[in-house]
């Protein structure tokens, strides 16, 4: 009997360590499905609408205009503050994300959309994904919103897919207004919707324009020491010199820093604008003043050639070329990217 006791004490010792076990390991699945993933979905609560209109209509339907920042609204119908639209058949609220806004992340695996719709009323939109396998050919999986809910839908991006765009759309044939109201959207890797987060306003209007912001880097400098930013001109480019065989290529402009006479002054020339067959060119900068009792004009013009390799620079003075000149030279190039 001793023994029997024993062995029973010990298999409750068992269960009761497997049951902690369970316990500890339903507390873990539960946290690891709390945890929130990546948003791919660029200004998912659409706070950002730097247009600054409160409302949006299209009226005549053949347009695609931007509402809020990265959000299309396409087709007949409106788009009011903070996600209310209002479709007509065939119209559709919609983003479309590029390889570059980071979505290779997501080829060749499984992906979840989801939105969370707050309100609405008149028939349900459809929610949806294409997956645009190149310019002409996508791959397009739906489904219809069930309500004010969390609705997701998870699709595969295959190996070769360029773009993702997501959209609600009325698909009804009857020609009345819908109205729908889109408290966020998430786009996210795997299989699974996970929790939504509402992002840093500052960090979302940073990403909303990082097709739109500027880098610059120096080219060159009179007075660095390496000779791959002095060029050999340690005392500055004077008027007259052509530097052959240089790299712009990288830039869409080129901002140049000149002393004119112990003035100073810069400009830009474009590099995306070709102004003729033989390169590009700045406007020229003038600098007038008046010395003993006669307006003059001192000014700089610098050009590009056609294959961006060349930058060639004269100073002047009224009508007369002032090159070779220690009071002019140009000191600093900077590319801008």
Not at 46 to 53: D, K, R
Not at 164 to 184: G, L
Not at 238 to 257: M, Q, R
Request: proline share 2%; with cysteine.
């Amino acid at each position: 009997m001793e023994k029997i006791d024993y062995l029973e004490t010990k298999i409750n010792e068992i269960l009761y360590e497997l049951n902690y076990i369970k316990e500890d390991f339903n507390k873990t699945k539960n946290n690891l499905n709390g945890i929130q993933t990546h948003n791919f979905v660029l200004n998912s609560n659409f706070l950002i609408n730097q247009q600054g209109a409160e409302s949006y209509l299209n009226s005549t339907g053949l347009e695609s205009k931007e509402v809020a920042n990265k959000w299309f609204l396409t087709g007949k119908g409106s788009y009011e503050n903070y996600g209310r639209i209002f479709l007509y058949p065939s119209a559709y609220l919609s983003q479309t994300l590029n390889l570059e806004d980071g979505i290779k992340t997501l080829l060749g695996k499984e992906a979840t959309l989801t939105f969370f719709v707050r309100d609405g009323y008149g028939p349900r939109p459809t929610m949806g994904a294409r997956i645009w396998i190149d310019d002409n050919n996508y791959i397009e999986e739906t489904k219809v919103i069930s309500g004010v809910a969390t609705n997701s839908i998870t699709f595969s991006v295959p190996h070769e897919a360029i773009k993702i765009e997501i959209f609600i759309e009325d698909r009804r044939e009857e020609n009345t207004e819908s109205f729908t109201n889109i408290a966020w959207a998430k786009l996210e890797l795997g299989a699974t919707h996970s929790n939504y987060i509402y992002p840093s306003y500052e960090k979302e209007v940073l990403d909303c324009n990082l097709k739109n912001l500027e880098y610059s880097e120096i080219f060159y400098d009179m007075s660095s020491s390496d000779s791959n930013i002095n060029l050999g001109y340690t005392s500055g480019i004077k008027g007259g010199t052509k530097i052959t065989g240089l790299d712009f290529s990288k830039y869409k402009k080129i901002k140049v820093y000149s002393v004119i006479d112990w003035d100073y002054s810069n400009f830009c020339i474009d590099l995306k604008k070709l102004v003729s067959s033989y390169g590009y060119y700045s406007s020229s900068v003038a600098n007038p003043r008046i010395s003993s009792g006669t307006l003059y004009v001192y000014g700089c013009f610098a050009s590009v050639n056609k294959d961006k390799s060349n930058f060639s620079i004269e100073f002047f003075r009224g009508n007369t070329k002032f090159n070779n000149n220690t009071n002019y030279y140009c000191y600093k190039i900077e590319g801008i990217y």
